[in-house]
């Protein structure tokens, strides 16, 4: 049986898995069970399915004719882009997808560049020409101006062009509708196009991992391409590690992928994905080889992080109540575990026993590091995210980003004001359909935690999305947007006299009965500074009762805070504790003379 391997890459909801869907239900080898199947079936993990993206690259093969094609889907957004670099090294050809009616956007132009980078052959499928107002002409013409400001070869610009409704599971030749019946178009045009992996039959074993996986019962399992060589059950090779060390390792088990499963086989042969169990301490970047001629292939390059925040272990007043997983000890052992699966992410020691640098792609990147340990059990405590600055010749230099924003077209004003106050350039802007489209590069620091504004000032409308370009020289001093917090006074539970009493102040996040301590942030002043109140307050009781009494005492709805949000609002001065149960903003110095001292030694 022929072999193809292929990755499947695009810009966040353009329809990726939902296209992966479609061609794993329309294989030969793929059976649906009698009680149905949940849609998305790649997104497998709770995190996916809540937020609707792809976090963790995934393979699954599936079978057409007298061929087996690996399929790797890849995460969409940029702050995950250390998946896509590594899968690129795993694949022959790329397919790319774009909404038929937004067209390329900032994430599309990020992992094109690394298909391109990597040398491979690509098939434009131009998904949702069922979506109202789509542009399947526009996009082409917008997506071949993208291939040539990124550099494509002229073989990579001659790429086949296929329109499809993923969600129908529909495509073709050509955007008619109406003509489709399958994807039977898109099976086709992997097989011809895309060649089969080239295989030396003189060259000695060689298996580069590029992703990790576990087993219950067969431990850690390195999945990668067989470039080279043939591996089997109880053979004994040379772990090469990233610093070129050799090791000597045997395989307990090989497993190729059928389907969404991995099935165990005696041997694997080259050219093929596979997952092999054995080899304990091998991560991701580094090479099985033949244990008489050991040769390494070459490692994998990771973009640099450009965003860093401090995790540490809950301080809090109410510390241990929620969680599991409380001290220093189970909290570096989780952070060093996920270092052997997210190349993207660096920790860096403080100094301190019980807090820990990281460094990561992007808030998205690491948010979604702190929302898994939350869900496993574990207690931490977060600072505000920072950017990363660099030194070159002598200049400060600092990361840029690519912003893309669309909005309602009676918002532009508002929008470039904004941006404005954050040192951005406007790079382009067009009107279509009553909407603005405008691309600014902004430094990213200006853009941490600014989101919420946006969508604030737009009424929700706001659609932004942005990308790494690379570093500048330092823009100097923005000025952000002045605010200050509702700091509680007392270690208590909110009352709702002491709730009324404190929203005429600003916007509270939480509402009556519940749990606070002295220097928990529980509300967002109307103006900047800070403002200590009291929500745990109760009424005096007398025995007099005024006709009106009560009816003015009216609660407002609360804004819930979810864990972006947290990140997002707060300050220099503040940190945000996540446990399995909540999420809280509290200072770094609860009580208020030790802030003023703080704040004295700080002048």
Not at 217 to 228: E, M, P, Q, S, T
Not at 275 to 297: F, Q, R, Y
Not at 462 to 474: K, P, Q, T, V
Request: aromatic share 6%; hydrophobic share 40%.
């Amino acid at each position: 049986m022929e072999l193809r391997n292929i990755a499947i890459i695009a810009h966040v909801d353009h329809g990726k898995t939902t296209l992966v869907d479609a061609l794993l239900k329309q294989s030969e080898n793929f059976k649906i069970k009698s009680d149905g199947l949940k849609e998305l079936i790649m997104d497998s993990n709770d995190l996916e399915r809540e937020r609707g993206i792809t976090i963790f690259s995934k393979n699954a093969s599936i079978h057409y004719k007298d061929v087996k094609i690996n399929i790797v889907d890849t995460p969409g957004h940029a702050d995950f882009g250390g998946e896509v670099e590594r899968i690129m090294r795993m694949v022959d050809g790329v397919l790319i997808l774009v909404d038929a009616k937004e067209g390329p956007m900032p994430q599309t132009k990020f992992v094109l560049r690394k298909a391109i980078q990597a040398g491979h052959k690509i098939i434009l499928v131009i998904n949702k020409i069922d979506k109202p107002h789509a542009r399947p002409e526009w996009v082409l013409n917008a997506m071949y101006d993208l291939f040539l400001e990124l550099g494509a070869s002229e073989a990579q610009i001659e790429f086949p062009i296929i329109y499809a409704s993923a969600i129908q599971g529909k495509a073709g030749m050509t955007a008619n509708l109406a003509e489709m019946e399958n994807v039977e178009t898109i099976f086709q045009q992997i097989v011809s196009f895309f060649s089969p992996p080239v295989i030396d039959e003189a060259k000695p074993l060689q298996m580069l991992t590029v992703n990790l996986a576990y087993d219950n019962y067969k431990g850690k399992l390195a999945v990668g391409r067989l470039y080279a060589g043939t591996i089997k059950k109880g053979m004994v090779v040379a772990h090469i590690n990233r610093a070129g060390e050799i090791k000597k390792g045997e395989i307990s088990s090989v497993m190729i992928f059928e389907g969404l499963n991995r099935v165990d086989v005696l041997e694997a042969r080259p050219g093929d994905i596979v997952a092999v169990g054995g080899i304990s301490d091998i991560s991701i970047g580094e090479t099985i080889a033949d244990i008489k001629n050991p040769i390494a292939l070459p490692i994998i390059e990771i973009d640099e992080p450009t965003i860093k925040m401090t995790f540490g272990v809950n301080t809090s007043p109410f510390k241990g109540r929620e969680g599991e997983f409380t001290t220093s000890r189970k909290i570096k052992e989780r952070l060093d575990r996920e270092l052997e699966t997210d190349v993207a992410l660096t920790i860096l020691s403080t100094g301190s026993a019980d807090r820990w640098v990281l460094a990561g792609r992007g808030e998205l990147h690491l948010a979604i590091l702190i929302e898994k340990m939350r869900r496993e059990g574990y207690e931490i405590e977060v600072s505000k995210p920072q950017v990363i600055f660099k030194e070159v010749d002598g200049k400060k230099m600092e990361p840029m980003e690519l912003t893309s924003i669309e909005a309602p077209e009676k918002y532009s004003g508002i929008i470039i004001e904004m941006m404005g106050k954050r040192a951005a350039t406007m790079k382009d802007m067009h009107v279509d359909g009553g909407n603005v489209y405008m691309d600014f590069m902004a430094p990213m620091r200006a853009l941490i935690g600014s989101r919420g504004e946006f969508l604030t000032n737009t009424k929700g409308t706001c659609i932004m999305n942005s990308i790494f370009l690379g570093y500048e020289e330092y823009k100097g001093e923005i000025g952000g947007e002045a605010r200050g917090s509702l700091v509680s006074t007392e270690t208590g539970v909110s009352n709702n006299y002491g709730l009324v009493n404190a929203q005429g102040r600003g916007k509270l996040f939480m509402g009556d009965g519940v749990q606070v301590y002295e220097g928990m942030v529980v509300g967002q002043n109307a103006k900047a500074g800070d403002i200590a109140v009291n929500i745990c307050k109760t009424k005096q009781l007398t025995n007099f009762r005024g006709k009106n009494e009560g009816l003015q005492d009216q609660l407002e709805v609360p804004l819930t805070l979810t864990l972006e949000d947290a990140l997002s609002y707060i300050g220099d001065d503040e940190m945000v504790e996540v446990t399995p149960k909540s999420v809280r903003i509290r200072k770094i110095f609860l009580t208020e003379n030790e802030r003023k001292n703080s704040k004295r030694q700080s002048q």
